[in-house]
């Protein structure tokens, strides 16, 4: 079971890479063999209203699993899915004798070796205290998880934040909101971004709603230029630069 739902965080979060950050697939349990060797198929299928995404998952799931048997870079892959591939991968060899993927044309064998290998890449490498903005998704608070995801406009394409439990209403009233995120930042060896925060500090931003446009902000100021008319305010300001 715990082979099963670490696979399944794997394909599932390959599903939302492939489709936006939205669910589009889910995958059902086709044939399952209790003799040893267990044996499950799963397929594929389609989420009612969205696109078809299980061939996207297959293949990038293909490509995971080139680079994982090679000397490929696997920075490049997103750090919660390595973890959940370690998580595949670790039991062998100790609480199971075996385990392997086959899918399409590959066939991806869980051994040590690629638990090393993970581990190895998922290494933290740097610490340091700062923040990061971004939007405030997939929050998990399941049995004390405690973390979220932001999406910054710059840099990490995703990065998994870790919160205490006093900042719970916090992060929980902030889902779907822009933030700006505080703490202790994480870097996998030779990253140039973080990809993990140990959160101590969580500020939401309000929503474009309710900001103020131009009409809200007219006449706040009426004697910001002094005796000057506007244009003559603005041209001495041009003036300044030269």
Not at 89 to 99: F, H
Not at 131 to 159: D, S, W, Y
Not at 177 to 206: C, K, M, N, W, Y
Not at 212 to 220: A, L, T
């Amino acid at each position: 079971m715990s082979q099963l739902q670490n696979l399944s965080a794997t394909i599932n979060k390959l599903d939302r890479e492939a489709n936006a950050g939205k669910s589009a697939t889910y995958f059902q349990i086709a044939e399952l063999s209790y003799n040893s060797p267990v044996r499950v198929v799963i397929e594929p299928h389609a989420i009612a209203r969205q696109s078809y995404m299980g061939h996207l998952v297959l293949e990038n799931l293909g490509k995971i699993a080139d680079a994982l048997v090679s000397d490929s870079d696997l920075h490049s892959i997103d750090y919660d899915i390595l973890e959940d591939i370690r998580g595949l991968a670790r039991p062998v060899g100790k609480q199971v004798k075996s385990a392997t993927l086959i899918f399409n044309a590959h066939t991806l064998e869980l051994t040590e070796t690629v638990a090393l290998r993970i581990d190895k890449a998922l290494a933290v490498e740097d610490e340091c205290d700062g923040a990061i903005e971004g939007m405030l998704e997939q929050i998990n608070i399941h049995q004390g998880a405690n973390t979220f995801h932001i999406f910054p406009n710059v840099g990490p394409r995703k990065v998994t934040c870790h919160f205490p439990s006093r900042l719970y209403d916090d992060a929980v009233a902030a889902v779907g909101r822009r933030v700006e995120v505080g703490g202790l930042l994480r870097f996998r060896s030779g990253a140039s971004f973080p990809h993990q925060i140990a959160v101590t500090q969580i500020d939401a931003f309000p929503p474009e709603s309710e900001l103020p446009d131009w009409d809200d902000v007219r006449g706040r100021a009426p004697n910001a230029t002094g005796e000057l008319s506007s244009e003559a305010f603005v041209r001495e300001l041009r003036d300044g630069w030269r």
